[in-house]
């Protein structure tokens, strides 16, 4: 197999794309090194290019065929909610044209594989505790927007030129493979913890009146190295099976609230910390977690890892 990774700079890219190099697959990484860092990828190829970029068709072929490349992972993507809402012209151009231009090569090349990254911020504000992927998704954000395209865009390749797609809907992504590999951003909560108490700040809790056991939000946390174990089982069963399309829910099938997250960091870290207790953040559901139960039966996957794993490797790696 030779597999080319869209984003395998960046940090959850970087851990399959070291699955695959432990698998003695040959990977060649496309990445601009916006937020990817090249230390991350060891000896693999890099093809620093921006895939939205109108050249971007043409390298992607060429590369393709001078690596002779046989799938593709996709994670290049820009990821922030908050930015997404901001700028929404750029997300699209970014996760919509990058994607466009990815398939085009991919059909000019004759590869017919794709492992795509997506995420469960496509389902928007399910009013239902464990989210199955036949439910109806309404993204309430211009990324969750580009990542439900992204899906469509697989499909309508399916069928127009037999392209084989897997998506893979994300849940709450944290923790770490190994220390250079660590998310290296803040800006979702388990890093925004660390970095409020390496400060000695209290981290703030968005919302404590959910109708939730503890009244605050419950989402489903994945450990990076499960989710990287996903994407080489996705891979495996597109080799495998002649399906077109098919989307799976990534995360554990269990759900731990906020509070429950900050007393795993407190005994991780041996560090004592209030809470700073905030009203609700707009947009957050109260309780979001994966229903497993077809990743599990079709893919062979489940999560190994818990939260007490997620928090110690990743404080682990960033300390
Ligand atoms: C987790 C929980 C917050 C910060 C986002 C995207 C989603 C997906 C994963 C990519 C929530 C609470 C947070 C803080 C807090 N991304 N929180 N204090 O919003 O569940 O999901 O990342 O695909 O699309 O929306 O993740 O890490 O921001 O928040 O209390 O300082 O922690 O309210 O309940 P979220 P998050």
Redesign the pocket.
């Known amino acids: 197999m030779s597999v080319l990774v869209t984003g395998g700079a960046g940090y959850i890219g970087s851990h399959v794309v070291r699955l695959l190099q432990n698998r003695g697959e040959k990977v060649v990484v496309v990445d601009n090194l916006s937020n990817g860092v090249q230390q991350r990828i060891g000896d693999a190829a890099l093809v620093q290019i921006d895939l939205a970029s109108e050249s971007a068709t043409k390298t992607l072929v060429e590369t393709m065929l001078e690596h002779k490349v046989t799938a593709v992972i996709h994670f290049a993507a820009l ?1 922030q ?1 908050g930015e997404s809402v901001a700028r929404p012209e750029w997300y699209f151009q970014q996760n919509i044209g990058g994607l466009a231009n990815l398939l085009t090569a991919m059909h000019e090349s004759n590869v017919d594989r794709l492992v795509f990254s997506s ?3 496509t389902y928007g504000m399910p009013d239902v505790p464990s989210v199955s992927e036949d439910i109806v998704c309404e993204p309430i954000n211009p ?2 927007q580009t ?1 439900l395209i992204g899906e469509w865009m697989v499909a309508n390749a399916a069928t127009a030129w037999g392209l084989r797609g897997a998506n893979l809907r ?4 944290a923790g770490a493979g190994s220390p250079e590999l660590a998310d290296t951003a803040v ?4 890093p ?2 660390f970095a409020a108490i390496r400060s000695g700040q209290s ?5 404590t009146d959910y109708p939730t056991a503890d009244g ?2 419950v ?1 489903d946390y994945v450990h990076v190295t499960d989710l990287a174990e996903a994407h080489l089982s996705a891979l495996d069963y597109l080799d495998r099976e002649h399906r077109s399309h098919t989307t799976f829910n990534v995360g554990t099938g269990q759900g731990s609230s ?1 509070f429950e ?1 900050l007393e795993q960091i407190r005994q991780t870290t041996g560090i004592k910390f209030e809470a700073d207790l905030q009203p609700r ?1 707009p947009g ?1 559901p109260p309780s ?1 977690a994966a229903d497993v139960t077809r990743i599990r039966e079709t893919l062979g996957w489940s999560a190994s890892r818990n939260l007490k794993d997620i928090i110690e490797s990743a404080w682990a790696a960033t300390s």
Request: with cysteine; proline share 3%; charged share 20%.
């Open positions: 990821k909610v995420s469960a911020a990324y969750g990542k994300y849940f709450n992504v800006a979702n909560l388990v925004i913890v981290p703030k809790v968005f919302g605050t939000c989402r906020v997250v953040r957050d979001l």
